[in-house]
């Protein structure tokens, strides 16, 4: 009679249902663990907390026993998180499938693990998952699972929040509504949006509050409170702020607000710098090639039609303060600015070793492969299943 018992591929693992999602027990409670670490640290600054709110050590061992129970919502972990300062976002991703272990990614789970909602609030990565977002809504948005709706939708909100707070990158809001809505007629069958219709209700109000938000976000004037402005730097200051913008459309809106701004712009210097920046040397060589052959006699370069035929032909390149990488070892993506735990960390040193002990001398005249490779918005979509 065979031995039937649990499946051998099984991970076991139990699960624990928060506010952002499904969380796995183990790293809840080594969240804990890690929680109990930084506490016996600042043991004597607790201490002082804990006297001067008036709480007991009944309290304290409360506090421990909720602590060990693994119902946490979302905000007391990111609390948790913040307060540890080892938590780094990442998130594991699956090249292949075996016949033990059907790989696949979720997108939604990307987004959390990557913690995109609060990415929205720092400035390095701000335009990275605007552009994400962006790229979503005009080209896959009519393939999205449900749940991937609603977390891409709670991301426009908070970018959105995010706009109307700090009053900058307006137009990256209007060019994404705009999108949503051209999208949104296109994702009509029969009268509605295909899908669940009580989940589209909520998506339809969310789209309807997002767009009343943004239509009263107003630009307003700072006040006049006798400090420095831009308006009072010389002329040559202006210059490096404007050397480095690398979206000419910045330039041509900075120009717009400010008459010493427009006659910097005017200069052929900017322009040219910024057609070095974007493009390749070879490509800007073949661009004043082009222009030399159609005139036939020395003319005087404008650089700004040089920047603007090449933007035509090639295209502009993307530039990001903070953007994802994926690490050649554990495969786990990461933001460049908070690393990640790799599981391999001395599988680069003991390569090194390896290599002298074999006598290779001539390390450094090899090709060096890089352990962690940059992901641009485009590729970050080739993981899922769109």
């Given at each position: 009679?065979?031995?039937?018992?649990?499946?051998?591929?099984?991970?076991?693992?139990?699960w624990v249902k928060t506010d952002e999602g499904w969380e796995r027990k183990k790293n809840l409670e080594q969240?804990?663990?890690?929680?109990?670490?930084?506490?016996?640290?600042?043991?004597?600054?607790?201490?002082?907390?804990?006297?001067?709110?008036?709480?007991?050590?009944?309290?304290?061992?409360?506090?421990?026993?909720?602590?060990?129970?693994?119902?946490?919502?979302?905000?007391?972990?990111?609390?948790?998180?913040?307060?540890?300062?080892?938590?780094?976002?990442?998130?594991?991703?699956?090249?292949?499938?075996?016949?033990?272990?059907?790989?696949?990614?979720?997108?939604?789970?990307?987004?959390?693990?990557?913690?995109?909602?609060?990415?929205?609030?720092?400035?390095?990565?701000?335009?990275?998952?605007?552009?994400?977002?962006?790229?979503?809504?005009?080209?896959?948005?009519?393939?999205?699972?449900?749940?991937?709706?609603?977390?891409?939708?709670?991301?426009?909100?908070?970018?959105?929040?995010?706009?109307?707070?700090?009053?900058?990158?307006?137009?990256?809001?209007?060019?994404?509504?705009?999108?949503?809505?051209k999208t949104m007629r296109k994702y009509y069958c029969w009268g509605r949006p295909l899908g669940s219709t009580?989940?589209?209700?909520?998506?339809?109000?969310?789209?309807?509050?997002?767009?009343?938000?943004?239509?009263?976000?107003?630009?307003?004037?700072?006040?006049?409170?006798?400090?420095?402005?831009?308006?009072?730097?010389?002329?040559?200051?202006?210059?490096?702020?404007?050397?480095?913008?690398?979206?000419?459309?910045?330039?041509?809106?900075?120009?717009?607000?400010?008459?010493?701004?427009?006659?910097?712009?005017?200069?052929?210097?900017?322009?040219?710098?910024?057609?070095?920046?974007?493009?390749?040397?070879?490509?800007?060589?073949?661009?004043?090639?082009?222009?030399?052959?159609?005139?036939?006699?020395?003319?005087?370069?404008?650089?700004?039609?040089?920047?603007?035929?090449?933007?035509?032909?090639?295209?502009?390149?993307?530039?990001?303060?903070?953007?994802?990488?994926?690490?050649?070892?554990?495969?786990?993506?990461?933001?460049?600015?908070?690393?990640?735990?790799?599981?391999?960390?001395?599988?680069?040193?003991?390569?090194?070793?390896?290599?002298?002990?074999?006598?290779?001398?001539?390390?450094?005249?090899?090709?060096?492969?890089?352990?962690?490779?940059?992901?641009?918005?485009?590729?970050?979509?080739?993981?899922?299943?769109?």
């Amino acid at each position: 009679m065979p031995f039937i018992s649990k499946d051998w591929r099984s991970p076991g693992e139990a699960w624990v249902k928060t506010d952002e999602g499904w969380e796995r027990k183990k790293n809840l409670e080594q969240l804990n663990r890690n929680m109990k670490k930084s506490s016996k640290t600042s043991k004597y600054s607790r201490k002082f907390a804990l006297d001067s709110d008036g709480s007991t050590d009944s309290s304290d061992s409360d506090s421990e026993s909720k602590i060990k129970t693994t119902a946490c919502t979302a905000s007391e972990k990111c609390q948790k998180r913040r307060e540890t300062h080892l938590w780094q976002p990442h998130f594991p991703i699956t090249i292949k499938s075996t016949r033990e272990v059907a790989g696949y990614n979720t997108i939604s789970e990307a987004f959390r693990r990557l913690d995109f909602r609060n990415g929205v609030k720092d400035i390095r990565r701000f335009n990275y998952i605007c552009k994400l977002i962006h790229l979503i809504i005009s080209q896959n948005l009519t393939t999205l699972s449900g749940c991937a709706t609603k977390v891409l939708f709670v991301l426009l909100e908070e970018v959105a929040g995010q706009v109307a707070s700090n009053q900058q990158n307006i137009h990256m809001l209007q060019a994404i509504l705009y999108d949503l809505k051209k999208t949104m007629r296109k994702y009509y069958c029969w009268g509605r949006p295909l899908g669940s219709t009580l989940l589209w209700e909520q998506h339809l109000q969310t789209i309807e509050r997002i767009c009343m938000f943004a239509s009263n976000i107003k630009i307003k004037e700072p006040k006049d409170d006798g400090s420095l402005k831009l308006t009072h730097l010389p002329a040559e200051l202006i210059r490096e702020i404007l050397l480095r913008l690398c979206d000419y459309r910045d330039l041509i809106n900075s120009g717009q607000a400010y008459s010493v701004m427009q006659g910097l712009i005017n200069e052929q210097y900017i322009w040219r710098q910024l057609c070095y920046f974007h493009f390749t040397l070879q490509q800007v060589h073949h661009a004043l090639d082009c222009y030399k052959s159609k005139s036939g006699h020395p003319i005087k370069l404008d650089w700004q039609g040089v920047f603007h035929h090449l933007r035509k032909v090639f295209g502009l390149k993307e530039e990001y303060a903070d953007c994802l990488f994926l690490c050649r070892h554990c495969r786990c993506l990461f933001w460049k600015s908070f690393g990640h735990p790799c599981i391999d960390t001395t599988l680069q040193h003991t390569r090194e070793v390896s290599e002298m002990a074999n006598g290779e001398e001539e390390i450094e005249d090899k090709v060096s492969v890089p352990e962690c490779i940059p992901v641009p918005p485009q590729a970050f979509l080739k993981f899922f299943s769109l």
